[in-house]
């Protein structure tokens, strides 16, 4: 059994209601209960945090640097394209994660072309809606697979 965490960043908590054309009629805790019904199924714990605060973000990846966490899926949203401390604390927490995000990165504004985590991730999957999510859990699955 795995430990799992979603890490998922700032106005993430509006989804299903803020910009619904680009980001989906699906709320975040219709996103985290499908994720954490997966993960009942096929034996792997799974756990989430949403913040609209960096730090908190940062302060989430130390601990899971320490308690077993074996799986990271990402979307930290605005910060993908800003935040080198959180880059830094991704290294720092040496543990694989998979970057996720709902649109579509490079068909918006040109500053959302960049991210500071594609490189480091194990993949990532843009563009597909909330599905993007649970692809990213069974390319986790596949992953974890791989490591034992």
Do not use: W
């Not at 290294?91 to 709902?102: Q, R």
Request: charged share 20%; with cysteine; hydrophobic share 40%.
């Amino acid at each position: 059994m795995a430990s799992i965490l979603a890490l998922h960043g700032p106005n993430l908590n509006l989804l299903g209601h803020r910009e619904p054309h680009i980001y989906g009629s699906d709320t975040l805790t219709e996103i985290n209960q499908r994720l954490a019904q997966r993960c009942a199924v096929t034996g792997h714990e799974f756990d989430s945090l949403q913040s609209n605060a960096e730090s908190e973000l940062i302060e989430r990846l130390h601990v899971a640097r320490q308690d077993g966490t074996n799986f990271l899926l990402v979307n930290f949203g605005g910060l993908t394209h800003t935040s080198i401390s959180l880059r830094d604390a991704m290294l720092a927490a040496e543990i694989p994660f998979i970057e996720v995000h709902l649109s579509n990165l490079h068909k918006r504004e040109p500053f959302r072309h960049n991210s500071y985590f594609s490189d480091i991730a194990v993949g990532c999957i843009i563009g597909l809606g909330a599905q993007g999510y649970e692809l990213a859990l069974e390319a986790a699955f596949t992953q974890l697979q791989k490591q034992t």
